[in-house]
């Protein structure tokens, strides 16, 4: 009885982190991530309902409270070391479409690496039901680990080592504190198993197991999810929602002994940016003053967000030619790709908050007619050198009259 008892609660555990799997599934949807991503995040929560789903069985079976023979006992741990060979895949695959999104020169070559190692260990479990080679039952119908098992966990642990360390030294290369956050984010799933699994060890039939691969599914999702809540999905900056919440904490904070500045910028002539060389330049064009941005912004710790359309957000305490940094940036980042991106040039508009009282709105309406100005001043020059330019066109010695050049 005391058995059936100890049986039972490891099967009500993972019957719950099977509901809860059922509910990432279900939000795990291509508005958190890219339609690729979100299949192999799906199909790595699905294999762990597959696990979870023939672990109960053979729990049960244990217990004697469902038919169970040797055979039965077989097929069940089979699926589920199966189960556990595609879980293994569909992170790795994922993480790699995760921190690869460009499809760098290495990028297929480590999918075929994953994929093969992933097929030669689910051929090594199938064949073992009937070899023994990774696992057997005993006389007294006990589900028994071979010597050959090591083999599967050699496979398992090259693939999320290779998978980790991959993300985690892609977080160096990565100027973005969320997603360097991020990237790192596969180590859990090495580390959490791994407590786990030697915890099991120790404490059997405990469902340590379960919940231990359970854990780093749910924080990489809970990650995932606030990360795309609050990014913005062209230039990876936070958001206008995020700002706004950013902005309220700094005017809670505010006083004169601790004042900060917002700047707005606005990228000059966007639309025909857009007009004449398209949508996908127009993209690129934004693209790079958000680099440019991020850059002058860690330069003084600052935050920074897409506000909306061409215009752009960055709060610091730092008191700072924030226009001329970022024309700078922009000019030096555009020096890399300039026959893909137009020339850009940016105005922006800043206010001072030294007070609590003082409302977001207030803030960047100040900001705003600050940078009405710039502009005002942007398309006065502009104009000019217009005029000077149609005027000199229009000299007679510019028209072929004159001495010949």
């Keep these: 009885m005391y058995d059936s008892a ?83 895949l569909g992170w790795c695959i994922f993480v790699i479409y995760r921190i690869d999104q460009n499809r760098s020169k290495n990028f297929k070559l480590l999918i075929m690496m994953h994929y093969a190692a992933a097929i030669i260990d689910i051929i090594i479990i ?9 696992f057997y039952v005993d006389e007294k119908d006990i589900f028994q680990f071979a010597d050959g098992y090591v083999l599967n966990l050699v496979f398992i642990v090259i693939q999320l080592f290779g998978s980790g360390i991959y993300s985690f030294v892609q977080s160096f290369s990565n100027k973005q504190v969320k997603l360097r956050k991020e990237y790192r984010l596969p180590l859990l799933f090495i580390i959490i198993p791994t407590v786990a699994a030697v915890l099991e060890g120790i404490l059997p039939l405990c469902p340590i ?12 999702f809970l990650e995932i999810q606030s990360s795309e809540i609050y990014s913005d999905a062209l230039t990876g900056l936070n958001n206008r929602r995020r700002m706004e919440m950013f902005l309220q904490d700094m005017i809670h904070n505010a006083s004169d002994e601790n004042p900060f500045r917002i700047h707005i910028i606005d990228v000059n002539d966007f639309k025909q940016v857009n007009d004449k060389f398209g949508h996908i330049a127009g993209d690129r064009a934004l693209q790079l003053v958000a680099d440019a941005l991020r850059n002058v912004s860690d330069r003084f710790h600052g935050f920074c967000a897409r506000y909306g359309g061409d215009e752009f957000v960055l709060i610091s305490g730092e008191d700072v030619k924030v226009q001329e940094l970022i024309q700078n940036e922009v000019n030096s980042l555009r020096e890399n790709c300039a026959d893909l991106i137009p020339q ?8 001072v908050c030294r007070s609590g009282a003082m409302t977001a709105t207030q803030l960047i309406a100040k900001a705003d007619e600050q940078l009405y100005i710039q502009k005002e001043i942007y398309h006065g020059r502009k104009y000019r050198k217009q005029t000077d330019k149609t005027e000199h066109e229009g000299s007679p010695y510019n028209r072929g009259y004159g001495l010949r050049g």
Aim: aromatic fraction near 14%; proline fraction near 3%; charge should be positive.
């Design 209 to 220: 197991m379960p919940l231990g691969t359970y854990l780093p599914i749910q924080l990489a």
């Design 344 to 351: 850009i040039t940016v105005c922006t508009g800043s206010a």
């Design 6 to 88: 100890v049986y039972i609660s490891y099967v009500i555990t993972e019957i719950f982190c099977i509901l809860f799997s059922i509910g990432i599934i279900v939000k795990a949807n291509k508005n958190v991530g890219t339609d690729l991503q979100m299949r192999h995040f799906r199909g790595m929560a699905l294999f762990f309902i597959v696990y979870l789903i023939s672990d109960s069985w053979w729990a049960l079976g244990q217990g004697g409270m469902v038919p169970f023979n040797r055979t039965l006992n077989k097929v069940a741990n089979a699926t589920g070391l199966v189960a556990v060979a595609l879980l293994t």
């Design 126 to 134: 199938i064949t073992s039901v009937f070899t023994g080679f990774y």
